[in-house]
């Protein structure tokens, strides 16, 4: 095997382990579910990320040919990643889970929890 691609595939897989671990350590360790919120995002997109960008280096080089499944699963995890983390946050905030005393912009969650849905358009309250 070429040295160049070990090199390269071993960097991408130390990058990948490490964003994955400092985001389970983020996970185990950040206080409240706000910030809790950010680390296994992180850990998605840019860990798993690496590691399936170094699968499909390799697996192209052994192979000969573009390997396209490592990259489609990238792609739906930086896709859905966000997604997930800002269901995640509205839960959070339908359930009232109470943010740190420290944080920032302390009116800003209490103003979204006061939102209400848009009414539905077969509802007696649309216009």
Known sequence: MNILVEILVCVLLL???????VGS???????????????????TTVGMGGILIASMVLM???QGYFSVHE??????????APITAHMLAKTALHHENRALRRTRSQHLIASAR????PAAPDSPNHD
Do not use: N, W
């Open 15 to 21: 990058i990948g382990g490490f964003f994955v671990l």
């Open 25 to 43: 350590l983020g996970l185990c360790r950040l206080p409240d579910v706000y910030t809790r919120l950010h680390a296994p995002t992180k850990a």
């Open 60 to 62: 192209t080089y052994e």
């Open 71 to 80: 990259l489609l699963i990238t792609l739906f995890l930086l896709i859905t």
């Open 114 to 117: 006061e939102q209400q849905p």
